[in-house]
């Protein structure tokens, strides 16, 4: 199983970036994905989750409102919309599927999620 996330980078206070997660080695669709983050030194957080279809998504308090995932399941790809980026959006952000089982759903996603891969880099300068 393969998940690489990019688009990450520099943007200004408010601006705004689109993450990608490509998935290969798994069914895609019978899998839900969520995204993470962490800060080097600090424990990983959870950002949104979205089901198999689509028709289904979640985000933490500090996502409502600014972020938006969504995905291409013909492209295997989920992606992250960013907007109104604040300095406590930096982080590395991950990709992540549900750990030991194969589920669309995101219940429980926050801790039964496993992230994979290096992750994508958000810089957000003030």
């Known amino acids: 199983v393969q998940l690489q996330a990019s688009g990450g980078g520099l943007v200004q206070v408010g601006g705004s970036l689109r993450l990608s997660c490509v998935v290969s080695?798994?069914?895609?669709?019978?899998?839900?994905i969520g995204w993470f983050r962490q800060v080097p030194g600090r424990e990983r957080e959870p950002v949104s989750c979205?089901?198999?279809?689509?028709?289904?998504?979640y985000y933490e308090d500090s996502a409502k409102g600014r972020f938006t995932v969504s995905r291409d399941n013909a492209k295997s790809t989920v992606y992250l919309q960013m907007n109104n980026l604040k300095p406590e959006d930096a982080a590395v952000y991950y990709c992540a599927t549900p750990e030991r089982v194969i589920t669309a759903r995101c219940d429980g996603w926050q801790t039964r999620f496993r992230p994979w891969g290096q992750g994508t880099l958000v810089t957000v300068s003030s």
């Open positions: 080695g798994l069914a895609f669709g019978r899998y839900a």
């Open positions: 979205i089901s198999g279809s689509g028709d289904r998504t």
